[in-house]
């Protein structure tokens, strides 16, 4: 009788643990999970709004490079001017100065407006020199757009 009292004690003492213990390690794992998961789901969407943001910065500066090119009216190509330097360094800013292709990005961008302001004379002269300019900046875009597009679709 002795016996049998000490196992019903035992069986109500891991009842308890079953019924009461394993739902909140359970649901401490399923916390653990749904947080990471939230926490990736943030930064990846951020990751998005930041190559959507950049991919936008590069192609408005391009394009002001290339309307500041074709552009006689002074107003106008000093306009395109101010819009083309904003973008470059809303890009910059955009950009991490470790990464070695963001810095390359950037310097790219600095010697086509370079070439702009100071040929702006003689922009007919510069127009096969710029679109070359501007064919090695899509060239390192692109490089570095895909990188964190390859990055957005692992979800980290």
Same mark, same amino acid.
């Given at each position: 009788m002795c016996c049998e009292k000490m196992n019903t004690g035992n069986t109500d003492w891991i009842s308890l643990i079953g019924t009461i213990l394993i739902p909140i390690i359970i649901g401490f794992i399923t916390y653990i999970i749904a947080k990471k998961q939230i926490t990736n789901t943030g930064i990846t969407q951020f990751r998005q709004q930041w190559i959507n943001s950049l991919r936008d910065t590069l192609s408005l500066f391009i394009a002001r490079v290339e309307y500041t090119i074709i552009q006689e009216d002074k107003v106008k190509i000093k =306009? /395109?001017?101010? =819009? !083309?330097? *904003?973008? *470059?360094?809303? /890009? *910059? !800013?955009?950009?991490?100065?470790v990464e070695d292709d963001h810095n390359e990005l950037v310097k790219k961008m600095r010697e086509i407006r370079k070439m702009v302001y100071e040929d702006e004379s003689e922009v007919s002269k510069i127009d096969d020199k710029i679109d070359d300019e501007i064919d090695e900046l899509l060239s390192i875009s692109k490089r570095v757009l895909k990188r964190e597009w390859n990055v957005v679709k692992k979800g980290k």
């Open positions: =306009e /395109a001017f101010r =819009e !083309m330097v *904003e973008a *470059e360094y809303k /890009a *910059e !800013m955009l950009l991490n100065p």
